[in-house]
Structures are given as structure tokens and as C-alpha cells.
């Protein structure tokens, strides 16, 4: 597959980028469609963007574990890439947890 110069670049540091994106937009959908108002709010949209935030994300990680295979990177994209790719995992963590939060908390503390 041929790619890009710019695509060869960002490559590093697709897990990083995408990831806190994607955790950004699922932390915004669960905090205020789920958690700020005090009526019942159904998890499934929450759900959705979750589920679709880790798999963006798991494939950005992947993309920049990729790097590590090749045997011309240097040794400054395989440190980026492997922090990357480990955010990546933390910040799909981080994305479970509010669906996990909207499936068990009530809607209101009154």
C-alpha cells in the first residue's frame, strides 16, 4: 500500500491524536447527555459513540504499532510509537468508564 508523506509522518502518533479526540468526544457525550440533567436519559447514544471511540482508536494504536516492525524507522518514531500506542490503550480505558457509570448510577442524587 503506498502512502503519503504526511501519512508516513503522522504514523507515530495516530494513537496519541485520534485517541484523545475520540476519548474527548465520548467524555462530552456521557458528561452532559447522561450525567447533567436529572431526568431518565437512556445510555444506548452513549453506548454507541463509546463502542465507536475504542474501535477508532484501537485501529489508531495499531497504526502506530506498526512502526515498530519496521526495521528502517529510527529510534525516535519507535519511542513515539510505543507511547502512542500505549496511550491508546489507557485512553480506551478511559472510554469504558463512562458506559459503565451510565449503565449502574441513577439519574439523580435528590
Not at 42 to 52: D, E, G, Q, T, Y
Amino acid at each position: 500500500m503506498r502512502r503519503g508523506p504526511l501519512a508516513d509522518m503522522l504514523q507515530p502518533w495516530a494513537g496519541l491524536g485520534v485517541g484523545i479526540l475520540t476519548a474527548g468526544l465520548v467524555h462530552q457525550i456521557g458528561s452532559e447527555g447522561v450525567f447533567n440533567s436529572c431526568k431518565p436519559v437512556s445510555p444506548v447514544p452513549l453506548i454507541i459513540v463509546a463502542v465507536l471511540g475504542i474501535v477508532v482508536t484501537t485501529a489508531a494504536g495499531i497504526a502506530s504499532s506498526q512502526v515498530l516492525r519496521g526495521k528502517e524507522e529510527t529510534a525516535a518514531r519507535k519511542v513515539v510509537a510505543v507511547i502512542s500506542a500505549g496511550s491508546a490503550a489507557l485512553l480506551v480505558f478511559s472510554m469504558i468508564l463512562p458506559v459503565i457509570a451510565s449503565l449502574i448510577l441513577p439519574p439523580c442524587f435528590q
